[in-house]
Nanobody, 120 residues
């Protein structure tokens, strides 16, 4: 069974870098044509897609966050990492990692989510 687990600090200071790691088990992040994505849900708002790193290593980001976002991976550890720079309290959210197919396909496996609070 595929499992995803987010990890990282729960509190980040404004203007600093938010860094989260998703550890995947039960599948290889380099196998098949999957899209390993990050999402977030700010308090009282809907789910927002942040970006993905595809199994072949290609990345694509939400245009509204692109200038501040980087997604990378450690294939030996079967992990992928989100970095968001210059954070503000508006980046406070529950962050999720997920596995999906090509755009348009559903995301079939999700992490449980991790709360990140950005202090002002």
């Amino acid at each position: 069974q595929v499992q995803l687990q987010e990890s990282g600090p729960g509190l980040v200071n404004s203007s600093q870098i938010l860094s989260l790691t998703c550890t995947v088990s039960g599948d290889s992040i380099t196998a098949n044509l999957y899209y390993w994505s990050w999402f977030r849900r700010p308090p009282g708002k809907g789910l927002e897609w942040i970006g993905y790193i595809q199994s072949r290593g290609l990345t694509y980001y939400n245009p509204s966050l692109k200038s501040r976002t980087s997604i990378s991976r450690d294939t030996s550890a079967n992990q992928f990492t989100l970095q968001l720079i210059s954070v503000t309290p508006e980046d406070t959210a529950v962050y999720f990692c997920a596995r999906g197919g090509p755009p348009g396909d559903p995301y079939d496996y999700w992490g449980q989510g991790t709360q990140v609070t950005v202090s002002s």
